[in-house]
Nanobody, 112 residues
Framework: QVRLVESGGGLVQAGGSLRLSCAAS???????MGWYRQTPGKQRVFLARISSSGYIVYDRSVKGRFTISRDNTQNTVYLQMNNLRPEDTAVYSC???????WGQGTQVTVSS
């Protein structure tokens, strides 16, 4: 079974950037992958999805600021986050679309 591990989170000032990584323990080449975020007491929210063929969909809240990409040779999905805002503060997780397959998440905190 493929496991997902997120990394790259941290504390950043508003307007700054972070790049998150989602490393898989096996091949993800056939999977549609997505990034999500969740704040305490709230449901996980969709941010971006990249299909196995590279087709990308963003939620409007991050479109133009965040970029999802994948490197199947590294079994890794990335989320480049630019112009971060305090409201972006959350735990960011990656998952395989259509599967109950998630990483543990990485904390992103954006200070004002």
């Amino acid at each position: 079974q493929v496991r997902l591990v997120e990394s790259g989170g941290g504390l950043v000032q508003a307007g700054g950037s972070l790049r998150l990584s989602c490393a898989a323990s096996g091949s993800i080449s056939s999977l549609d992958m997505g990034w999500y975020r969740q704040t305490p007491g709230k449901q996980r929210v969709f941010l971006a999805r990249i299909s196995s063929s590279g087709y990308i969909v963003y939620d409007r809240s991050v479109k133009g600021r965040f970029t999802i990409s994948r490197d199947n040779t590294q079994n890794t999905v990335y989320l480049q986050m630019n112009n971060l805002r305090p409201e972006d503060t959350a735990v960011y997780s990656c998952g395989a679309f259509g599967y109950n397959l998630w990483g543990q998440g990485t904390q992103v905190t954006v200070s004002s």
